[in-house]
């Protein structure tokens, strides 16, 4: 045991390593582009350079001309095929080469396939073309923009959480505050450059591309390219980090499609990380308003939360956070209204804890605020307005462990050595801040398939079509296996990341660990009664202990009366040598159509705020430490602090690895992540990772994550919570909270610059 | 122009033969490029375009001779990944700014994107691959890599196991303080840091006896 695999408490699964741990060490797991695809040809993108007009003439005879330029797709060479469609496996409407509109700068307007890799670079960069431009609207303040509600717009927001009489409650409040806020434009950036391979064996296509939705993107991409979804196949057995952009699929694939198709070869298009900023989604930027009004005692009376974010002109990509902000504190009134502003961008998308991130930020920075304005304890603030019931449906809540996170991470930090005055912790030339926040995240299943096979030597092999993207879900798919059915994990193999296997949902919404650990668990009680029936059956080897109670354990079926079974021996008198179970789990509540929609690539998600019965959602609380120097103002955070509960966990390992990156990506969030935009061209300007500014070793010190045990068997069969994107909610407001108890500032913009601190 | 050909007498692990076999099929996989490559060659006619020109360069990857025939404006990265079939050493921005194509050539951490392959003449250069000894028993550094959880999605990981291996060779892994500064070239989107500062604690003293 060492630090990174913690001793497992009550519900909590064993700290096994991952069972892919040799091979991404060893260079042998196989990323989307290590794979082999035979005799392959190289393709580059070449893309706008304005980000409003249209496209009058491209000149593509320059980069015709360069030695082993094998072919061009550009504007006009995709009429045969259907457009992209924006929706949960589309990243947006746009379909670049369809016509002439250019709708942001960075937009795809051909692709130069060559010989080598170098060719294919040098062609597209020889891609001129002649515009009719006109002037941008770049974001919020731009001339130009369209700004709308956005209930209605998203079948993911479908109205503003609203409750009681907001207006007249906040008016005779006795201490209130009004303030706004704003989160910048932010891209995934994972490591792992996006990419396209594709090629066709008669009217098979098969597709190697980092994916976070294999099923759903082999029915979009054979909808684009009018064939039948049998002949397609996404193939992403490991994903170099997705963070959700991964999750849709961009309109590049099916253009590296018809490539491959016009060249009748293998086509290979790497991304490069300057191009991949306007060719992918990101995080929209956000702004906000929020108005909370308490009693001198500190019960809230009243919480308004208004939102603006910005989204593409033609796609109505809607963050939507306030459903989850209304839903925090026992609040007495809620009005909330997101709005959308549509301006001359690529359209943003999902991006780790997507909607919770910039608005659970506003309202923890603005609780903290309010904690002041009260001269009360941020904890005890908390503490005061801890709901019984979800404030908005009054529906209860399944589990809610948020005041156990607090008590535990309060403890583990030290809070009690926190000297409340703003500035009265120094060290030096050092201000130390403290400081801390609460992380919530939904907590959804969806529906699942899933195949197990058992072998009469005690193999097991495990398929499913989700996508280990980091999070380890083959590893505790591969736990769940091998508890079931009584075997050491060296046994299991799992086979995951490829659309042939049985459907899974989109890997997003921390929905994977719950879903797939469900749906294999209900394979393997398959596989579980057939062997029982067997084994008490008449000849069975544990005949006349049919009333005992049985399990697996030890390559064995044990009787609680003492008697147990080989596994082997039980295949012999079975006469077989394997045993497959194939099993579809469907959440409760879910639709009749539900398991239908899951091998038509749509994923029906359950939980969160959308059910009968009761809300649910993960929770914890994060607390931070901040040193801003005295001279500089430099910004550091030597501590980090979080204490989690999200139902069972199944490896304590995998998850504190999670939850530990979630924290530092909102280190990140807080201090160091924002793409610049050139306000008077639409256009991004620090693409590339030494300008998009991401935390390094050299950031990070202390980092507490503490697991709190927590047991509700209401939220799927597998009582998992998911918390890939919990770790990372809290950690932005923390740092800013505790950057005021430094210095007295009270930054609202992210990130939270020197530049901020200075006057 | 991928030509690849073993001339060095095998000493070579079941790794490495597996790396020269996938190498030598993508050669013959790609014998039109050759023909292509072939009126590359060709004195161009406007007397601009040497760096399209194929040069030949031979180097040591993990104790295997190498020759390859390339185009001189490709990358240490690219002709390993693209001509010897290592692709362990990841591609993540081609600009020398994440530290994922880490490699050590001779014995010197090295950014395999941001150093072209001609200028790897005669070099001898460790990947990934290289690491583990022939009969499969992992170096240290990435034994301690996966004690430690000290990656997510496993990307970044050859180039920070190579990097470590360099920052503790380099003498730069005296403190704590010291490897995350030293490794700070290496970007791990996922966030391990902490797991790899003590993956690399873990396996220093080891490493600087290997």
């Known amino acids: ?759 | 122009m991928p030509k690849v050909i073993s001339t060095g007498t095998s000493t070579v692990s079941k790794l490495s033969r597996r790396s020269f076999m996938s190498g030598s099929v993508l050669a013959a996989a790609t014998m039109p490029i050759i023909t292509r490559s072939a009126k590359a060659e060709e004195p161009p006619s406007d007397g601009q375009d040497n760096a399209r020109a194929l040069a030949a360069v031979s180097m040591r990857v993990n104790r295997q001779s190498y020759n390859f025939a390339l185009d001189n404006r490709t990358s240490l990265l690219d002709a390993l990944r693209d001509h010897a079939g290592l692709t362990g050493t990841k591609k993540g921005c081609d600009h020398g700014q994440c530290g994922a194509c880490t490699v050590l050539v001779d014995g010197r951490r090295v950014l395999s994107c941001l150093s072209f392959a001609v200028m790897n003449e005669g070099r001898d250069v460790t990947t990934i691959e290289g690491l583990a000894a022939a009969d499969g028993s992992l170096h240290p550094m990435q034994q301690a890599f996966i004690d430690n959880d000290a990656f997510q999605c496993g990307y970044c990981t050859p180039g920070q196991i190579m990097s470590a291996i360099g920052c503790v060779n380099e003498g730069h892994a005296g403190s704590e303080d010291d490897i995350r500064e030293y490794m700070s070239g290496n970007l791990c989107r996922c966030a391990a840091y902490p797991n790899i500062v003590a993956a690399i604690v873990q396996a220093r003293d080891e490493t600087r006896r290997s």
Request: proline share 5%; net charge negative.
């Open chain 1, 1 to 759: 045991m060492n630090q990174a695999a913690p001793a497992p408490k009550e519900n909590m699964g064993q700290p096994v390593p991952r069972i892919d741990a040799r091979l991404k060490v060893t260079g042998q797991a196989g990323y989307s582009a290590d794979l082999a695809a035979g005799n392959v040809a190289y393709a580059a993108l070449a893309t706008s350079t304005i980000a409003k007009g249209a496209i009058q003439a491209l000149h593509l005879d320059r980069a015709r001309a360069v030695p082993g330029v094998l072919d061009i797709v550009s504007i006009g060479d995709m009429d045969q095929i259907e457009k992209p469609k924006f929706g949960n496996t589309g990243a947006s409407s746009i379909g670049p080469l369809h016509d002439k509109t250019v709708f942001h700068d960075g937009q795809i307007i051909a692709l130069t396939i060559a010989e080598s890799f170098e060719a294919a670079e040098e062609a597209a960069m020889l891609i001129e073309a002649d515009y009719a431009q006109e002037n941008p609207s770049a974001s919020f303040d731009s001339q130009g923009t369209k700004i709308e509600p956005a209930a209605g717009k998203s079948p993911m927001y479908k109205e503003d959480a609203k409750v009681g009489d907001f207006d007249s409650a906040y008016a005779s409040a006795e201490v209130k505050i009004d303030q706004k806020y704003s989160t910048p434009t932010q891209h995934h950036n994972p490591i792992e450059l996006f990419s396209t391979t594709a090629w066709w064996q008669g009217d098979q296509l098969t597709v190697h591309e980092p994916s976070q939705n294999v099923t759903g993107w082999k029915i979009e991409l054979a909808r684009q390219l009018k064939i039948d979804p049998a002949n397609v196949r996404i193939i992403s057995p490991y994903v170099g980090g997705a963070f959700g952009s991964k999750g849709p699929m961009t309109a590049r694939t099916a253009i590296v499609a018809v490539a491959a198709r016009r060249v009748g070869r293998p086509v290979r298009c790497v991304v490069s990380r300057m191009q991949a900023f306007g060719t992918q989604t990101y995080r929209a930027e956000t702004r906000h308003r929020i108005r909370i009004g308490a009693g001198k005692d500190g019960h809230i009376t009243a919480f308004a939360h208004e939102g603006w974010e910005v989204t593409s002109r033609p796609d109505p990509y809607v963050v939507g956070g306030a459903s989850a902000t209304a839903r925090m504190y026992n609040y007495g009134s809620v009005l909330t209204h997101v709005s959308l502003v549509r301006a001359d961008r690529n359209t943003p998308g999902y991006m780790r804890s997507p909607p919770e991130t910039p608005y659970v930020y506003a309202l923890e920075n603005a609780m903290d605020e309010m904690a002041v304005a009260l001269g009360m304890d941020p904890i005890e603030f908390r503490r005061i307005n801890e709901p019984q019931k979800e404030p908005i449906g009054g529906k209860p809540f399944s589990s809610r462990s948020l005041l156990k996170c607090y008590e535990q991470a309060a403890r583990a930090f030290g809070w009690s050595r926190r000297e409340a005055r703003v500035g009265s912790m120094r060290d030096g030339d050092w201000l130390v801040g403290m400081g801390c926040a609460t992380a919530i995240y939904p907590t959804a299943v969806a529906p699942c398939a899933a195949r197990i096979r058992l072998t009469a030597d005690g193999q097991v092999r495990v398929q499913c079509g989700s996508h280990e993207i980091g999070t380890g879900v083959r590893t505790v798919a591969g736990q769940m296996a091998a508890e079931r059915l009584g075997v050491d994990l060296d046994k299991v193999s799992v086979e995951m990341g490829d659309s042939a296997l049985p459907p899974a949902p989109v890997s997003g919404g921390s929905i994977s660990t719950a879903s797939v650990c469900s749906a294999v668990l209900k394979a393997c009680d398959a596989v579980r009664q057939k062997l029982f029936a067997a084994a008490v059956g008449e000849g069975g080897p544990l005949a006349g202990s049919g009333n005992a109670k049985l399990d697996m354990a030890g390559e064995k079926i044990v009787a609680d009366d003492g008697k147990s079974a080989a596994l082997s021996d039980l295949f012999k008198t079975m006469q077989i040598g394997a045993i497959e179970e194939y099993a579809e789990f469907a959440p409760r509540g879910s639709s009749p159509e539900a398991l239908k929609k899951l091998y038509a690539g749509e994923s029906e998600f359950h939980g969160g705020d959308q059910d009968q019965d009761s809300v649910k959602y993960a929770f914890g609380a994060e607390f931070v430490e901040v040193r801003v120097n005295s001279h500089t103002r430099e910004v550091r955070v030597p501590r980090l602090v979080g204490a989690f509960a999200a139902g069972r966990i199944m490896n304590t390992r995998t998850a504190r690895s999670q939850l530990m990156g979630g924290m530092i990506w909102g280190i990140g969030q807080a201090l160091h992540e924002a793409t610049e935009i050139d306000q008077r061209h639409a256009r991004y300007v620090n693409r590339d990772l030494q300008d998009y500014l991401v935390p390094v070793n050299a950031d990070i010190k202390e980092v507490e994550v503490i697991l709190v045990p927590e047991i509700d068997h209401e939220v799927n069969p597998a009582g998992v919570k998911g918390l890939g994107e919990l770790g990372n909610v809290g950690t932005a407001a923390a740092v800013a909270s505790a950057v005021y108890h430094a210095t007295g500032k009270r930054i609202r913009d992210l990130p939270i610059r020197i530049e901020d601190l200075v006057t």
